[in-house]
């Protein structure tokens, strides 16, 4: 079955600091991901996606197929990266199946 | 500039009561969702539609049901509210992904959610 599992529910990280949310995934076939980001008080927004190779706000994600996982990046991270973090993986063009969310926390 | 709005922020219902949830998209998108979002738990599908009158159920359909007699809306139901109802519900729009092109052709669009508490 589709599976998206995120290890962490909380990261700390100081302001400055690298920091990498993990999340791996269970599929069969070829997987499309991305990330979602919530804010406080916002709604829930799209980050990034794994087809885009983008770099987002500083972050990024490799896909890495071998280890069935798609962790996002970012090498110094800023107080307003605090937020909710959800990866995701698009179930055959159908509905999208999300990880429990990692909560980042950025300390200044 | 997507825009997905839901009916209320927040909302109070006794058990038992029936329960309306709206969601409006402006995007002519064919495919819609219902999640609810829970600590712990992340986002979880209780239903989807592909299209109008058409409906899929989720991962926990249990004690909601859906109605979409219009493309762009979608509504959730509880038939009779109850206490481990409570939670945030999220609304999401997607256009027709087998279409392909553009950089958000398969991205979600999520509306601002519905903070329900069921007493």
């Known amino acids: 079955a589709q599976r998206v599992t995120q290890p962490e529910k909380l990261l700390s990280v100081f302001k400055g600091a690298p920091v990498e949310l993990k999340c791996n995934y269970s599929?069969?076939?070829?997987?499309?991901l991305f990330w979602y980001v919530q804010y406080s008080r916002q709604r829930l927004q799209l980050l990034l996606r794994h087809i885009s190779r983008e770099s987002i706000k500083g972050f990024t994600a490799d896909l890495n197929k071998g280890e069935t996982s798609f962790h996002l990046k970012k090498p110094f991270a800023q107080e307003e990266d605090s937020a909710m973090y959800y990866c995701a993986l698009d179930n055959y063009g159908q509905n999208f199946v999300f990880g429990p969310g990692t909560r980042l926390s950025v300390l200044p | 500039d997507v825009k997905v709005t839901q009916s209320s922020r927040y909302l109070v219902k006794r058990t038992g009561e029936k329960v309306f949830l709206e969601c409006v998209q402006d995007?002519?998108?064919?495919?819609m969702f219902w999640y609810r979002q829970d600590p712990g738990l992340g986002l979880r599908l209780i239903y989807f539609?592909?299209?109008?009158?058409?409906?899929e159920k989720g991962d926990i359909p249990e004690g909601y049901s859906v109605s979409r007699e219009k493309k762009e809306r979608f509504s959730l139901i509880l038939e009779s509210a109850s206490t481990n109802q409570t939670s945030m519900y999220l609304c999401?729009?997607?256009?027709?992904?087998?279409?392909?092109?553009?950089?958000?052709?398969?991205?979600?669009?999520f509306g601002p959610g519905t903070r329900l508490t069921v007493l």
């Open positions: 995007m002519d998108h064919e495919n």
């Open positions: 539609s592909y299209d109008v009158k058409m409906k």
């Open positions: 599929y069969s076939g070829s997987p499309e």
């Open positions: 999401a729009s997607r256009g027709d992904t087998s279409l392909g092109g553009g950089p958000s052709y398969n991205e979600q669009f």
